[in-house]
Nanobody, 121 residues
């Protein structure tokens, strides 16, 4: 069983910063891509940023230049530093890990439970 536990969400004023963290634990051979998604009630979940095991990153256009994704492969953690937040960033943020099972090597996508980020005007 693989678990993802997010932390760091909360309430912040526009222009402020928050850092999200996600710890991945369980029986895994390796973790490939790690990512952050977000979802606003009534809308589809969208990708915010992702990072490969080698450190290559991708960002949604809406967060480029404001958000930074990073990971610590030794600790199985991924972080999302969010700066210059706006009310449009308000959403539930989900951590994602694409990990490989120890015996089969099959890649599985696992999701965290989500953490609320609210940005007030």
């Amino acid at each position: 069983q693989v678990q993802l536990v997010e932390s760091g969400g909360g309430l912040v004023q526009a222009g402020g910063s928050l850092e999200l963290a996600c710890l991945v634990s369980g029986n895994m051979f390796s973790i490939d891509t790690m990512a952050w998604y977000r979802q606003v009630a009534g809308k589809e979940r969208e990708s915010v940023a992702d990072i490969t095991s080698g450190g290559s990153t991708n960002y949604a256009d809406s967060v480029k230049g404001r958000f930074t994704i990073s990971r610590d492969n030794a600790k199985n953690t991924v972080h999302l530093q969010m700066n210059s937040l706006t009310p449009e960033d308000t959403a539930v943020y989900y951590c994602v890990a694409d990990y490989r099972r120890p015996t089969s090597g099959i890649e599985i996508r696992s999701w965290g439970q989500g953490t609320q980020v609210t940005v007030s005007p």
